[in-house]
Nanobody
Framework: HVQLVESGGGSVQAGGSLRLSCVVS????????MAWFRQAPDKEREGVAVLGSGGRTPYYADSVQGRFTISEDSAKNVLYLQMNDLKPEDTAMYYC????????????????????WGQGTQVTVSS
């Protein structure tokens, strides 16, 4: 059973930066899709960034492309999300997720494709 624990959320002003961390209980980085999602109040959970299995190709939602960077430290089993130039619309609960090794490209930003979730960390961006 995979356990995921996020940290690093907080409150920042627009234009600021945060780095989220997700500690993974076992070595899944090299074989599974690993992703960050977010969910704002009264909105659906939204895929933000993914590291694909195998070659670890990163994928990003259009809304964060160029501002967010997903990465991992395989030796420490930690997944990161570096968030720069934050905007008020980035305010949400952010979740780390692990999904299967094989996943259709069209589903990698869909919450339903992922099987394991962390408890979330809150990010609040003020204008």
């Amino acid at each position: 059973h995979v356990q995921l624990v996020e940290s690093g959320g907080g409150s920042v002003q627009a234009g600021g930066s945060l780095r989220l961390s997700c500690v993974v209980s076992r070595d899944t980085h090299s074989t599974n899709h690993m992703a960050w999602f977010r969910q704002a109040p009264d909105k659906e959970r939204e895929g933000v960034a993914v590291l694909g299995s195998g070659g670890r190709t990163p994928y990003y939602a259009d809304s964060v492309q160029g501002r967010f960077t997903i990465s991992e430290d395989s030796a420490k089993n930690v997944l990161y999300l570096q968030m720069n130039d934050l905007k008020p619309e980035d305010t949400a609960m952010y979740y780390c997720a692990a999904g299967p090794r094989l996943m259709a490209r069209r589903t990698i930003l869909e919450a339903g494709a992922y099987t394991h979730w962390g408890q979330g960390t809150q990010v609040t961006v003020s204008s």
